[in-house]
């Protein structure tokens, strides 16, 4: 037996990406919409990284741009 189908989280991934019902002529417009879907997914996680990472003090946001810089 495939690990994905044994396993209980890739069996579910699975469903969800490959398994996922896709119309017959897939079009430019269905393609464009899963770029976009992607492309809010990583502003979403960035942004919730940004605010996580937040400083309102004037003094201490230099320092803080500066160890994203210097600490990747």
């Not at 209980?8 to 393609?31: E, F, G, R």
């Not at 990583?42 to 160890?67: C, K, R, W």
Request: hydrophobic share 45%.
């Amino acid at each position: 037996m495939r690990v994905i189908k044994s396993n209980a989280l890739l069996s579910i991934a699975n469903s969800y990406i490959c398994d996922s019902p896709q119309p017959i002529n897939i079009s430019y417009a269905w393609n464009f919409g899963s770029l976009l879907a992607l492309c809010l997914g990583t502003q979403i996680l960035t942004g919730v990284i940004l605010a996580m990472h937040y400083t309102p003090n004037i003094d201490l946001a230099f320092i803080s741009v500066e160890h994203y810089i210097r600490y990747p």
